[in-house]
């Protein structure tokens, strides 16, 4: 009988996409292990089993330890990993693309490399966070500016949608009681939707540091993509759950932000969203899954020949 570790790796086709999956799962006080290719969740009051392959992001909250084996599978599932402290403050994600194929990043280096092209994606981007304010022609700075405009006017709006007082955006980043319950409630959210776009980048097999908007961070594209989602998915649920009163607004805001991903199929729009802003066909991706794992060699004139080969005394063209 093989043993958990001689287990070859699953591939593309036999595992969940990623836009059809849970958004994310919260687990704390638990031990976290195996059991085939499901992962168990341990407590006082059990054991739960998860089906790996069906998570998008698994939040580990307080007092909570994984095991080797279950990391293993979650990341053969292609599943983001983020650990959170008191209240979701801190933030720390892995992942593993669930494609074989390098066409997607390929494409992200391409764009980002570009400085037009760069500008382009980033317009992009605004544009569908805005859609009824058009970015084009406008300078970086100019975007910025929109941005502000923006969110400022959205948190106006949510506090009158929900009755709850609004003054200002404060987030201190060593003590979370800080905040009044709205700014408890948007930190949480964002916790929630950095890991949710973690898991959609590192599953799709892109760069989380090439950012378009966000520079000079590991997760640069990862805040690029969450953002894209702030003021339709992020605030309004941190809004909602600091109209609920003033206990608990974490737990209920990662709740409220659940829902929310999931009655708007938000995974399923992320990926497309992504494929769109990289003008990314998937021709290359379904090329190579239909080939099974494929490792290819540069040759002159933008040639890609086979690996695996000895071309010693071959010219190719």
Request: aromatic fraction near 6%.
């Amino acid at each position: 009988m093989s043993t958990v570790g001689r287990r070859g790796a699953a591939t593309p086709r036999e595992l969940t996409r990623v836009g059809d999956r849970l958004s994310f799962i919260y687990l704390e006080r638990c031990v976290v292990h195996r059991d085939d290719n499901a992962i168990t969740a341990e407590d006082a009051d059990g054991v739960t089993h998860i089906p790996s392959a069906t998570i998008g992001t698994l939040l580990l909250g307080p007092g909570t330890r994984i095991t080797h084996q279950a990391m293993s599978v979650l990341g053969d599932c292609g599943a983001g990993v983020v650990w959170v402290g008191e209240h979701g403050v801190r933030f720390y994600a892995g992942g593993r693309a669930l494609t074989r194929s390098s066409g997607l990043v390929e494409a992200q280096a391409l764009a980002w490399a570009n400085p037009r092209r760069r500008l382009d994606v980033a317009r992009a981007m605004y544009r569908l966070r805005f859609p009824d304010e058009d970015p084009a022609g406008k300078t970086r700075q100019e975007l910025l500016g929109m941005e502000g405009r923006r969110l400022r006017h959205c948190y106006r709006a949510e506090s009158e949608r929900t009755g709850v007082p609004w003054r200002r955006r404060e987030y201190n980043r060593d003590d979370f009681s800080a905040g009044d319950p709205p700014n408890q409630g948007i930190t949480a959210a964002a916790q929630c939707m950095y890991g949710i776009a973690h898991a959609v980048v590192a599953a799709l097999g892109c760069s989380p540091g090439l950012g378009f908007v966000h520079s000079g961070h590991e997760r640069s594209f990862v805040l690029d993509i969450a953002d894209l989602y702030k003021t339709s998915v992020g605030i309004p649920a941190a809004f909602d759950a600091a109209a609920e009163g003033p206990e608990d607004v974490a737990s209920r805001t990662r709740r409220a932000v659940r829902d929310r991903v999931n009655k708007t199929r938000l995974l399923d729009r992320c990926v497309q969203d992504i494929k769109d802003l990289l003008g990314y066909d998937g021709a290359r991706e379904a090329a190579d899954t239909a080939a099974g794992d494929r490792v290819m060699l540069q040759s002159d004139r933008g040639v890609e020949v086979e690996g695996g080969r000895n071309y010693d005394s071959e010219i190719v063209w």
